[in-house]
């Protein structure tokens, strides 16, 4: 089955700065890679995704980027706020299946 | 953050003692998921459901168990063969199960003792 692995698990930045958070996934099948947002005691929400017929998408200040051949995408938020801290998971799935996530990278924006 | 709903909040049960988590969606959803949260282990799958009646394992679905008589609802139980039941349950709902968006529910968090 699919396997998801998620870079770093954890993350501090100054606000203002840039992060990124990597994944790679195992199953060249998977089509769909959305990546969540959860915030302490709430529960997870879509803050963007992408399909594999594309290579980039960007919403503001997020963006994510997709390599099918190296079976990895990315997250990338620029011009980081304290708002942004939280814990972020990447996910992968093919047609007919359940997402499988990664294990999360905790966001910490210090202002 | 209307849609999806879990009931109760926090639970408590003693050891030995089944279990069932509620999980109930307004959104006329074809599929829903259980997963299992913990500290530094993400998300892990325990059951899906693409369509009522049928189900799917995920990846840890040992000690647990579904049923999905209707399409709003997705009740799972914590067996007392799971070894260790203590955790953070969310319960999620797509249109369908594929490259759709999956809304979840607020979560209960279960304690056995």
């Known amino acids: 089955g699919e396997n998801v692995e998620q870079h770093p698990s954890t993350l501090s930045v100054q606000e203002g700065d840039s992060a990124v958070i990597k994944c790679t996934y195992s199953?060249?099948?998977?089509?769909?890679f959305p990546w969540y947002k959860q915030e302490l005691g709430k529960r997870p929400q879509l803050i963007i995704d992408i399909r594999s017929n594309v290579g980039e998408k960007k919403d503001q200040r997020i963006a994510v980027t997709l390599n099918k051949t190296a079976k990895h995408f990315s997250l990338h938020i620029t011009e980081t706020q304290p708002e942004d801290s939280a814990v972020y998971f990447c996910a992968a799935s093919m047609a007919g299946t359940a997402l499988i996530f990664g294990k999360g990278t905790t966001l910490s924006v210090s202002s | 953050d209307g849609g999806i709903t879990q009931s109760p909040k926090y639970l408590f049960r003693k050891e030995g003692q089944n279990v069932t988590l509620s999980c109930e969606q307004n959104l006329n959803h074809d599929a829903m998921y259980w997963y299992r949260q913990d500290p530094g282990q993400g998300l892990r799958l325990i059951y899906y459901s693409q369509i009522v009646n049928d189900f799917q394992k995920g990846d840890i679905a040992e000690g647990y168990s579904v049923s999905r008589e209707k399409k709003e609802s997705f009740p799972l139980t914590v067996t007392s063969a799971q070894k260790n039941p203590t955790a953070f349950y969310l319960c999620?709902?797509?249109?369908?199960?594929?490259?759709?968006?999956?809304?979840f529910g607020p979560g209960t968090r279960l304690t056995v003792t």
């Open positions: 199953d060249s099948a998977s089509n769909y």
């Open positions: 999620a709902s797509s249109v369908q199960a594929q490259a759709y968006e999956q809304y």
